[in-house]
């Protein structure tokens, strides 16, 4: 048919068609007669096409690749539909802005305002639109890089590898030249040049094995738009490591699960190291260690004689806090109300002097109901104020504000500290500063009368007696210097209970509550030295792991790793795709056994990135050392199957 009649046909005009033919899109047949173009239906199909993808936005280079059969036509509609994608979101992004300024009131809007917005705009998406187009070119070009094929001819010589090689080409009917014959022979097929390798595929057993020719092209495709370099071998690695870790999901899965259990074990073994080293460290902080002071045969924590050498060593000893001493008298009979009316209680009356509002036990300040003024601190610092129970209050019709008078007197040691004798003191006047509640059962029971310490001593020093606490009891500052203190005790003169020894009023015997105290830390202690003992032998298993891991992972990979050095990629390249492809797995599994542990609360996430760091290091340091082990080997004996 005539260009008229093609016109008809395709809807386009006399110089389109003009046009593709020079541009080499289209090579109608010639008439000999007249030399006038013939044109067949595939040219009319063809410019059809044309004029299609033309319609799509398509270049004409993009089109001639297609017509060259370099690029399918499924191929190439995909990237121009990527293409046409990012176009639709930078007019997206201009309609948006045209869209703003109409919306403007005033006709003059901030023109720099919508510039720096607008460059903003096509830097950050030219800048990804860009990065995304060429990894999607070098994955294209990847994908298009390598064929390969299967013959029954043996591939002993280089001039039968050079005949299996023409012979494929010729099938095809591409053109062939040889470049360099050997074991890896570079030829040339149509307008590209490859590099070939021959590979003996093992069948079951008894059967010949399969030979395999792997064709891979040297040069990237030069019609395609350029990439730097550093950028290409960049997309090509991140391409290469994301298809094999697809394409060996199993043991990429294997990878990741192993790694992740042996970071769980050693996230929960750091995290039983860590808090047994803080317990050690914070249960000094938890118990407090107690002190009393009793007779040496452990019968009676009061109403003992504790010398003042005693006093002295505890008051003096740094490791000795919150004394509370208490001296006890006898008070009687003698007593006045404010109404003037007379009053004998009869029985002797208990007196005790303190130092601090814990002397008796449990009570605090609420439980003390004070005159108007007072306080404990007005309470301590006096020297005529008392504090009376609320039962003797009540049986003596006493309330605060009130003064009271007693005869007083004291215990005495006598023979030795075996009995006791009674000594008549002055009489002491003293005004009821408050009313104290009692409380059933309490330890050294609830005594008529409190007077302040200072005043007891006072009280000893008027009638020229020597002064003696009836009861004391202390706390040690720091446990973890409790030795010292035991020390500093034992240098006072104070001796441990030594129950069933001889009675006595004597307070030379120290009861401390530190037994529990020395068992959890005893424990704590041996739990600490076995964690750290078996701390070697956790990173060796870490260590074991980050070697064995990789070395088993790699062994099923030397013929792939063959096959890549015999193409020509660099054996620094190929070493650092497969130890990529290995290290990322288990980067993933570390992290999920570090997060396991997180979750479990074995450790925190200040502790889980060491561990997770550690882990990694260790593989690292293990894959390695794997993969220079891996790569020790004979390329042809493992593409023959000799190796």
């Given at each position: 048919m005539n260009t008229k009649q093609v016109e008809e046909l395709t809807g386009m005009s006399r110089q389109n068609i003009r046009y593709y033919e020079r541009m080499g899109l289209l090579e109608p047949a010639r008439d000999d007669s007249n030399a006038y173009r013939d044109y067949s239906g595939e040219d009319v199909r063809r410019l059809k096409l044309i004029r299609m993808l033309r319609m799509l936005d398509m270049p004409l280079k993009d089109i001639q690749d297609i017509i060259n059969e370099k690029v399918s036509l499924?191929?190439?509609?995909?990237?121009?539909?990527?293409?046409?994608?990012?176009?639709?979101?930078?007019?997206?992004?201009?309609?948006?802005?045209?869209?703003?300024?109409?919306?403007?009131?005033?006709?003059?809007?901030?023109?720099?305002?919508?510039?720096?917005?607008?460059?903003?705009?096509?830097?950050?998406?030219?800048?990804?639109?860009?990065?995304?187009?060429?990894?999607?070119?070098?994955?294209?070009?990847?994908?298009?890089?390598?064929?390969?094929?299967?013959?029954?001819?043996?591939?002993?010589?280089?001039g039968a590898f050079e005949k299996v090689l023409r012979g494929y080409a010729d099938?095809?009917?591409?053109?062939?030249?040889?470049?360099?014959?050997?074991?890896?022979?570079?030829?040339?097929?149509?307008?590209?040049v490859y590099t070939a390798v021959r590979v003996l595929e093992k069948k079951k057993e008894g059967e010949k094995p399969a030979v395999k020719i792997i064709c891979e092209?040297?040069?990237?495709?030069?019609?395609?738009?350029?990439?730097?370099?550093?950028?290409?071998?960049?997309?090509?690695?991140?391409?290469?490591?994301?298809?094999?870790?697809?394409?060996?999901?199993?043991?990429?899965?294997?990878?990741?699960?192993?790694?992740?259990?042996?970071?769980?074990?050693?996230?929960?073994?750091?995290?039983?190291?860590?808090?047994?080293?803080?317990?050690?460290?914070?249960?000094?902080?938890?118990?407090?260690i107690s002190g009393e002071i009793w007779n040496?045969?452990?019968?009676?924590?009061?109403?003992?004689?504790?010398?003042?050498?005693?006093?002295?060593?505890?008051?003096?000893?740094?490791?000795?806090?919150?004394?509370?001493?208490?001296?006890?008298?006898?008070?009687?009979?003698?007593?006045t109300p404010s109404n003037g009316e007379s009053y004998d209680p009869g029985d002797d009356l208990s007196v005790v002097g303190i130092n601090r509002i814990d002397c008796l036990e449990d009570m605090d300040d609420e439980d003390i109901t004070w005159e108007k003024g007072m306080d404990w601190g007005t309470f301590q610092e006096s020297r005529d104020l008392c504090l009376v129970s609320e039962t003797y209050a009540e049986e003596s019709g006493l309330s605060a504000g009130d003064t009271i008078t007693l005869d007083l007197a004291r215990y005495s040691q006598g023979l030795a500290g075996v009995i006791l004798t009674r000594e008549d003191l002055k009489p002491g006047t003293f005004s009821v500063a408050g009313i104290y509640r009692e409380e059933a059962g309490r330890d050294g029971g609830n005594p008529e009368v409190l007077l302040p310490l200072d005043t007891v001593k006072e009280i000893y020093e008027e009638n020229d007696k020597v002064y003696f606490a009836s009861a004391l009891s202390f706390k040690v500052k720091d446990p973890m210097e409790l030795n010292e203190v035991k020390q500093e005790l034992a240098d006072a003169g104070l001796k441990e209970i030594i129950y069933g020894s001889p009675s006595s009023y004597v307070g030379i015997g120290v009861k401390l509550t530190d037994s529990i105290f020395i068992r959890s830390m005893e424990s704590a202690d041996r739990s600490l030295t076995l964690l750290e003992s078996f701390l070697p032998f956790i990173l060796?298993?870490?260590?074991?792991?980050?070697?064995?891991?990789?070395?088993?992972?790699?062994?099923?990979?030397?013929?792939?790793?063959?096959?890549?050095r015999a193409l020509g990629t660099g054996k620094s390249f190929c070493s650092l795709m497969f130890y990529l492809e290995h290290i990322l797995p288990a980067m993933t599994g570390a992290f999920l056994g570090a997060a396991a542990g997180i979750i479990a609360g074995a450790l925190d996430i200040t502790e889980a990135i060491p561990v997770w760091g550690i882990y990694l290091l260790f593989y690292m340091l293990g894959a390695a050392a794997a993969m220079w082990k891996f790569g020790r080997f004979s390329i042809a004996a493992v593409l023959a199957h000799r190796d």
């Open positions: 499924k191929e190439a509609v995909r990237h121009q539909k990527e293409v046409l994608q990012t176009q639709q979101k930078q007019l997206n992004a201009a309609i948006e802005v045209c869209t703003s300024i109409s919306r403007e009131k005033d006709d003059r809007p901030d023109v720099d305002s919508y510039l720096l917005r607008m460059e903003k705009m096509e830097q950050n998406g030219g800048i990804f639109a860009r990065f995304v187009d060429d990894y999607k070119q070098v994955v294209h070009e990847e994908q298009e890089r390598k064929f390969s094929f299967y013959t029954e001819s043996p591939v002993n010589t280089a099938g095809r009917g591409q053109k062939f030249r040889m470049i360099k014959k050997g074991k890896y022979p570079e030829f040339m097929m149509g307008t590209e092209k040297q040069d990237p495709d030069q019609n395609h738009r350029q990439i730097p370099e550093k950028r290409r071998r960049f997309f090509q690695g991140v391409h290469i490591v994301a298809t094999n870790i697809r394409r060996y999901r199993r043991k990429s899965v294997l990878n990741l699960i192993l790694s992740m259990l042996t970071v769980m074990i050693l996230a929960f073994y750091l995290g039983n190291l860590g808090s047994t080293q803080r317990l050690l460290a914070e249960m000094p902080e938890k118990f407090t040496v045969c452990g019968e009676m924590d009061h109403g003992l004689f504790i010398s003042h050498q005693v006093l002295d060593a505890l008051y003096e000893s740094p490791g000795i806090i919150d004394i509370a001493e208490s001296a006890g008298l006898i008070g009687s009979k003698a007593h060796l298993i870490v260590a074991a792991a980050g070697y064995i891991i990789p070395s088993l992972l790699f062994q099923s990979r030397r013929e792939e790793y063959a096959v890549m």
